[in-house]
């Protein structure tokens, strides 16, 4: 059975850090593409980052680029993504997924919250 299972979200103050996690199972980790999307009320579901199954290549959304930094464990099957300085634009439900060919699977999601 495939499980994503995200962790880390909470209330931050702006300027600060967290670092959400995903573990993975059920399927072949280390060969998945793995990325964190976001989502607000009445938004779209947009993509954060992507980190390539293999050698890990990266991407990052313009709007992180320089404060967000995903990156994988493929020993423990499990995929972060450490967020630093913080915004309160980046408050939204995180949602990490997994992506092989046709396969795709979506965690549940956790909250983030920036605010003072």
């Known amino acids: 059975q495939v499980q994503l299972v995200e962790s880390g979200g909470g209330l931050v103050q702006p300027g600060g850090s967290l670092r959400l996690s995903c573990a993975a199972s059920?399927?072949?980790?280390?060969?998945?593409?793995m990325s964190w999307y976001r989502q607000t009320p009445g938004k779209k579901r947009e993509l954060v980052a992507l980190?390539?199954?293999?050698?890990?290549?990266?991407h990052h959304a313009d709007s992180v680029k320089g404060r967000f930094t995903i990156s994988r464990d493929n020993a423990k099957n499990t995929v972060y993504l450490q967020m630093n300085t913080l915004k309160p634009e980046d408050t939204a439900v995180y949602y990490c997924?997994?992506?092989?060919?046709?396969?795709?699977?979506w965690g549940q999601g956790t909250q983030v919250t920036v605010s003072s």
């Open positions: 980190i390539t199954g293999g050698i890990g290549v990266t």
């Open positions: 997924k997994a992506k092989w060919g046709v396969y795709e699977y």
């Open positions: 059920g399927f072949t980790f280390s060969t998945y593409a």
